[in-house]
């Protein structure tokens, strides 16, 4: 016994505090991945084997990410000589060093229970994006959490807890030992480290069949900066492909329709089309509202008790109201991309936060642009967050943002921009202007009001500012209300419509990777004057929008978008919603959802058991699904990668070719 002691002695010597710190890691780990279980109990798959799986693919990644992050310590410890390692100066540092450690570990660990508070999942792309735009997510958080109290409480919990380690660091540093044992030792722990680097990847946790149980299975910093090496996937290596003439066939047979040619009917994955609208051109203007986090289950009209929207409940029934309408994806810039791009969304970051290749492509604004408009993006918040200003000044938008409202006309604004009170306020005064020029205007809408903190003007509705999202909601209701009656009052009003929408839902999570409900937003188009009020049910997305308004306004033109006009479309088979997160792509066909996904994977299930698919729909079925979804989304990826949709590369080729 006494030889194995002296044996671990001579060969850790210095690494005894660092194994300790292994340990310490593991436990805080632990404890962050049994809190997130606690919390989310009624959403995880719960069984034995299901627990057992969760900690111990969960320790792997664990110690995979320790592995990582202590290279520079293990370099440390092999490497300093013996006479600096013994110094008074080394020995302060080193003890600082594990007080900042430990002070970091309780920082991630709150950092995990807000981001999983916000979105149910472990860090992701998401976390990225947060460290760019510091200010806008810092102001956030102040303001909806105590945030100096929690760093307060932090600093004498880390202490305490580096106290505990003051014996076993001071054993480290008074140790001598030999650089042979020292190299030994540091040898093993890199080619540890090695080897995880090349043969641990996510495809274990990705194992679990429940996207809870995966969640709990990660680990949040390893996923981090597993983010920064995902930051966008190369469609043709990552997922599953069919021969581009099956794919040509497939997507063309899905976009054709009696008011449309193909430009291009001998160039394969090229969906180039000139749309012929029945009847004469109407000059009207548009006003689309993209309403922040908007679920549809949060509407009265969608079965909602609560009565939060009773203007939007109102509204439905003099709209044209579709029941069946889902967003693409989960962020903010995947619904500013499909509106205004009417794309699938491709794997990795969104179009919109892809700097250096966001514009110059085929859009909405575009388009309505060519045609006389006054094409504008009014957003609450400032536009340079997430690449807004970029992307839209790019696709043919002008920008209207919260730098350009006068601060004596700003009631109220936090973190995310100013009240939707405010914004609809800049709204009609920009209206006003463009009546005055006699251009015809649209204008697309961004609001930020239903945006955690949830904060709002005072004495607006019956929920105070800040207690929750139901308070957000409600307000977003009443300065819609107020909008829309402010501008009845405009000589305008007669010639508008109004699209009402949201960007994403307010939560993405589900037991399922891609669940539809959690996508699943409201829709509505309103025009007293010139849209007759009506239900649809049929199935659509956000990629549906472009081609819908400009049906309605009855334009004839050339149109690289992907969407249908949901007033025009009665084929069953091309009623679906395109739905996505970072890394898989889906789409919602009938009851079957069908997902790619990652190593060129494929996966289904029936919406309404939100399980596994083991249903008995016929083989020709599955597959007919199967190379539909990947024909949109591989031409997606074709058509991105070769500049196909390019604004000024076609309109000087069709200019040419007339």
Same mark, same amino acid.
């Given at each position: 016994?006494?030889?194995?002691?002296?044996?671990?002695?001579?060969?850790?010597?210095?690494?005894?505090?660092?194994?300790?710190?292994?340990? !310490?890691?593991? +436990?805080?780990?632990? &404890? *962050?991945?049994?809190? /997130?279980?606690?919390?989310?109990? %009624? $959403?995880?798959? @719960?069984?034995?084997?299901?627990?057992?799986?969760?900690?111990?693919?969960?320790?792997?990644?664990?110690?995979?990410?320790?592995?990582?992050?202590?290279?520079?310590?293990?370099?440390?410890?092999?490497?300093?000589?013996?006479?600096?390692?013994?110094?008074?100066?080394?020995?302060? !540092?080193?003890? +600082?060093?594990?007080? &900042? *450690?430990?002070?970091? /570990?309780?920082?991630?660990?709150? %950092? $995990?229970?807000? @981001?999983?508070?916000?979105?149910?999942?472990?860090?992701?792309?998401?976390?990225?994006?947060?460290?760019?735009?510091?200010?806008?997510?810092?102001?956030?958080?102040?303001?909806?959490?105590?945030?100096?109290?929690?760093?307060?409480?932090?600093?004498?919990?880390?202490?305490?807890?580096?106290?505990?380690?003051?014996?076993? &660091?001071?054993?480290?540093?008074?140790?001598?030992?030999?650089?042979?044992?020292?190299?030994?030792?540091?040898?093993?722990?890199?080619?540890?480290?090695?080897?995880?680097?090349?043969?641990?990847?996510?495809?274990?946790?990705?194992?679990?069949?429940?996207?809870?149980?995966?969640?709990?299975?990660?680990?949040?910093?390893?996923?981090?900066?597993?983010?920064?090496?995902?930051?966008?996937?190369?469609?043709?290596?990552?997922?599953?492909?069919?021969?581009?003439?099956?794919?040509?066939?497939?997507?063309?047979?899905?976009?054709?329709?009696?008011?449309?040619?193909?430009?291009?009917?001998?160039?394969?994955?090229?969906?180039?089309?000139?749309?012929?609208?029945?009847?004469?051109?109407?000059?009207?203007?548009?006003?689309?509202?993209?309403?922040?986090?908007?679920?549809?289950?949060?509407?009265?009209?969608?079965?909602?008790?609560?009565?939060?929207?009773?203007?939007?409940?109102?509204?439905?029934?003099?709209?044209?109201?579709?029941?069946?309408?889902?967003?693409?994806?989960?962020?903010?810039?995947?619904?500013?991309?499909?509106?205004?791009?009417?794309?699938?969304?491709?794997?990795?970051?969104?179009?919109?936060?892809?700097?250096?290749?966001?514009?110059?492509?085929?859009?909405?604004?575009?388009?309505?642009?060519?045609?006389?408009?006054?094409?504008?993006?009014?957003?609450?918040?400032?536009?340079?967050?997430?690449?807004?200003?970029?992307?839209?000044?790019?696709?043919?938008?002008?920008?209207?943002?919260?730098?350009?409202?006068?601060?004596?006309?700003?009631?109220?604004?936090?973190?995310?921009?100013?009240?939707?009170?405010?914004?609809?306020?800049?709204?009609?005064?920009?209206?006003?202007?463009?009546?005055?020029?006699?251009?015809?205007?649209?204008?697309?809408?961004?609001?930020?009001?239903?945006?955690?903190?949830?904060?709002?003007?005072?004495?607006?509705?019956?929920?105070?500012?800040?207690?929750?999202?139901?308070?957000?909601?409600?307000?977003?209701?009443?300065?819609?209300?107020?909008?829309?009656?402010?501008?009845?009052?405009?000589?305008?009003?007669?010639?508008?419509?109004?699209?009402?929408?949201?960007?994403?839902?307010?939560?993405?999570?589900?037991?399922?990777?891609?669940?539809?409900?959690?996508?699943?937003?409201?829709?509505?188009?309103?025009?007293?004057?010139?849209?007759?009020?009506?239900?649809?049910?049929?199935?659509?997305?956000?990629?549906?929008?472009?081609?819908?308004?400009?049906?309605?306004?009855?334009?004839?033109?050339?149109?690289?978008?992907?969407?249908?006009?949901?007033?025009?479309?009665?084929?069953?088979?091309?009623?679906?919603?395109?739905?996505?997160?970072?890394?898989?792509?889906?789409?919602?066909?009938?009851?079957?959802?069908?997902?790619?996904?990652?190593?060129?994977?494929?996966?289904?299930?029936?919406?309404?058991?939100?399980?596994?698919?083991?249903?008995?729909?016929?083989?020709?079925?599955?597959?007919?699904?199967?190379?539909?979804?990947?024909?949109?989304?591989?031409?997606?990826?074709?058509?991105?990668?070769?500049?196909?949709?390019?604004?000024?590369?076609?309109?000087?080729?069709?200019?040419?070719?007339?």
């Amino acid at each position: 016994m006494l030889s194995g002691v002296n044996f671990l002695s001579r060969y850790l010597n210095r690494y005894q505090s660092y194994f300790l710190l292994y340990t !310490l890691f593991l +436990l805080i780990s632990l &404890i *962050t991945r049994l809190g /997130l279980t606690i919390w989310s109990f %009624s $959403e995880i798959d @719960f069984s034995f084997l299901n627990i057992l799986l969760i900690l111990l693919i969960g320790w792997l990644y664990d110690t995979v990410f320790f592995l990582y992050a202590s290279i520079p310590l293990i370099f440390v410890y092999w490497l300093v000589p013996e006479k600096m390692w013994h110094s008074r100066i080394f020995n302060g !540092l080193i003890k +600082l060093w594990f007080i &900042i *450690t430990i002070f970091i /570990l309780c920082f991630i660990v709150i %950092s $995990e229970f807000i @981001f999983w508070h916000e979105f149910q999942v472990r860090f992701n792309f998401i976390s990225v994006d947060y460290l760019v735009y510091r200010k806008e997510v810092m102001d956030n958080i102040n303001e909806s959490y105590p945030v100096l109290l929690i760093l307060g409480l932090m600093v004498p919990v880390s202490l305490l807890i580096a106290a505990g380690f003051r014996k076993v &660091i001071n054993q480290t540093l008074n140790v001598s030992s030999k650089i042979i044992p020292r190299t030994g030792v540091s040898l093993a722990l890199l080619l540890l480290t090695f080897l995880a680097y090349n043969f641990i990847d996510q495809s274990l946790f990705h194992s679990l069949s429940n996207n809870y149980n995966r969640q709990l299975a990660a680990n949040g910093p390893y996923q981090f900066f597993a983010a920064f090496r995902n930051n966008q996937l190369d469609y043709d290596y990552f997922y599953k492909l069919i021969d581009k003439q099956l794919v040509d066939k497939v997507i063309r047979d899905s976009l054709d329709n009696q008011f449309s040619n193909y430009l291009y009917p001998d160039e394969l994955m090229n969906i180039g089309r000139y749309i012929n609208n029945p009847g004469t051109e109407k000059k009207l203007n548009v006003i689309l509202v993209s309403i922040e986090s908007l679920s549809a289950n949060y509407l009265g009209a969608y079965g909602n008790k609560e009565k939060l929207t009773p203007f939007m409940d109102k509204l439905s029934q003099e709209s044209l109201f579709f029941t069946d309408f889902y967003a693409t994806g989960t962020r903010t810039t995947r619904g500013l991309e499909a509106i205004t791009l009417s794309i699938p969304p491709t794997p990795g970051r969104s179009i919109v936060k892809r700097i250096g290749s966001e514009g110059d492509m085929w859009s909405l604004g575009n388009v309505l642009k060519s045609k006389g408009y006054q094409t504008t993006f009014i957003y609450g918040g400032r536009g340079y967050f997430d690449n807004m200003n970029s992307f839209f000044l790019k696709n043919g938008y002008d920008i209207v943002d919260q730098t350009d409202i006068p601060d004596k006309e700003v009631k109220f604004s936090n973190a995310w921009g100013v009240s939707d009170e405010d914004l609809y306020e800049e709204t009609i005064k920009q209206a006003d202007k463009a009546v005055k020029k006699n251009t015809p205007f649209f204008f697309h809408i961004m609001t930020t009001s239903n945006h955690r903190p949830y904060t709002y003007p005072d004495n607006k509705i019956d929920i105070p500012s800040g207690d929750g999202r139901e308070g957000a909601v409600k307000y977003t209701d009443f300065a819609l209300k107020r909008f829309i009656n402010r501008v009845k009052t405009r000589p305008w009003f007669r010639d508008t419509i109004f699209v009402i929408t949201a960007d994403h839902c307010a939560g993405s999570a589900g037991k399922v990777d891609l669940p539809v409900g959690r996508y699943h937003i409201p829709f509505m188009i309103y025009g007293p004057e010139h849209i007759q009020q009506n239900v649809i049910t049929k199935r659509y997305s956000q990629i549906d929008i472009a081609p819908t308004i400009l049906g309605m306004l009855n334009m004839d033109y050339n149109s690289w978008f992907f969407g249908q006009d949901m007033l025009k479309n009665n084929d069953n088979n091309k009623q679906l919603a395109l739905i996505s997160n970072y890394q898989y792509l889906g789409m919602y066909l009938n009851k079957l959802v069908t997902i790619l996904k990652p190593k060129k994977e494929v996966d289904q299930y029936l919406s309404q058991t939100k399980s596994s698919f083991k249903s008995p729909v016929p083989l020709s079925e599955q597959l007919a699904d199967i190379n539909k979804t990947i024909a949109y989304y591989q031409t997606a990826a074709y058509l991105l990668k070769n500049k196909i949709n390019s604004w000024s590369r076609n309109q000087k080729q069709l200019t040419h070719n007339n």
